[in-house]
C-alpha cells in the first residue's frame, strides 16, 4: 500500500526566505506526482504535475523535482512572500490516476 | 471552463438524516473522483467513474454512501443516516482520461459536512 509522507507538518520562514518541502513515498511505481495548494476551508489548487519520465517542472517562484528511485520530491519555494502561506499537499498517482496523499506541510511565511 | 463546481458548499445536518452533495466536473473530463478530507489530515479517496461507470470504490465508502453518474456528467455523492464521524470535507475531482495528463486532477472547492 502506498504510503506519502511530509515533514515536518508546519513550517514557519520570514518573508523573503526560499524554502524546500519535502515528500517522501513508498512505492516507486507511481504514474505522476502532484503539488497543490490548499487555503484553510478552501479546495486543493494545482501547483505542479510531474509525470514519472521527469526529473523536475517549474512555474514561476516554483520547482518540484521527482527522484522514483529513492521515493521522493521536493517543492522548492523562492522569495516566499506572505500570500505563500497556505497548506502545501503531496500527491502521488497510482493506477486510474488514483491519488495518495500526504497530510500536507502548513507553511506560514511571516512579513 | 468554469472549472470544477460543488453544491453545497457547507451542509449541516442531525445525525440520522440524509444528505447529498453534487459536482459538476471540468465539461470535457471523463473521469471523476470523490474524496474526503478530515481536519489535519491529507483527502483521502472514496470512489471514481470513468464517463458513467463507477470503476473503483474504497472500503472507506460503507453501505451508507453511495453514489452516481447517470449521464456521464454532473455526479451524486448521498450518505445516508448520517454519523458525527461523516463530518468531514467532501472534495470532488475531475481528469481527462486516456491522454498525457490523465493523472491531473482538478479539485473543486469542496462540501463541507457537519453532523450534529
Known amino acids: 500500500k502506498q504510503e506519502v509522507t511530509q515533514i515536518p507538518a508546519a513550517l514557519s520562514v520570514p518573508e523573503g526566505e526560499n524554502l524546500v518541502l519535502n515528500c517522501s513515498f513508498t512505492d516507486s511505481a507511481i504514474y505522476n506526482l502532484q503539488w497543490f495548494r490548499q487555503d484553510p476551508g478552501k479546495g486543493l489548487t494545482s501547483l505542479l504535475l510531474i509525470q514519472s519520465s521527469q526529473r523536475e517542472q517549474t512555474s514561476g517562484r516554483l520547482n518540484a523535482s521527482l527522484d522514483k528511485s529513492s521515493g521522493r520530491s521536493t517543492l522548492y519555494i523562492a522569495a516566499s512572500q506572505p500570500g505563500d502561506s497556505a497548506t502545501y499537499l503531496c500527491a502521488v498517482a497510482g493506477a486510474n490516476s488514483k491519488l495518495t496523499f500526504g497530510k500536507g506541510i502548513t507553511l506560514s511565511v511571516r512579513p | 471552463d468554469t472549472g470544477v463546481s460543488q453544491d453545497p458548499r457547507h451542509k449541516i445536518t442531525k445525525r440520522g438524516q440524509n444528505v447529498t452533495f453534487r459536482c459538476d466536473p471540468i465539461?470535457?473530463?471523463?473521469?471523476l473522483y470523490w474524496y474526503r478530507q478530515t481536519l489535519g489530515q491529507g483527502p483521502e479517496f472514496l470512489t471514481y467513474?470513468?464517463?458513467?461507470?463507477?470503476?473503483?470504490k474504497s472500503r472507506l465508502l460503507s453501505d451508507r454512501f453511495s453514489a452516481e453518474r447517470p449521464k456521464g456528467s454532473f455526479s451524486t455523492l448521498e450518505i445516508q443516516r448520517t454519523e458525527q464521524g461523516d463530518s468531514a470535507m467532501y472534495l470532488c475531482?475531475?481528469?481527462?482520461?486516456?491522454?498525457?495528463?490523465?493523472?491531473?486532477?482538478?479539485f473543486g472547492e469542496g462540501s463541507r459536512l457537519t453532523v450534529l
Open positions: 475531482a475531475s481528469s481527462l482520461g486516456n491522454t498525457s495528463r490523465a493523472g491531473e486532477l482538478f
Open positions: 465539461s470535457e473530463h471523463n473521469r
Open positions: 467513474f470513468q464517463n458513467e461507470a463507477q470503476l473503483e
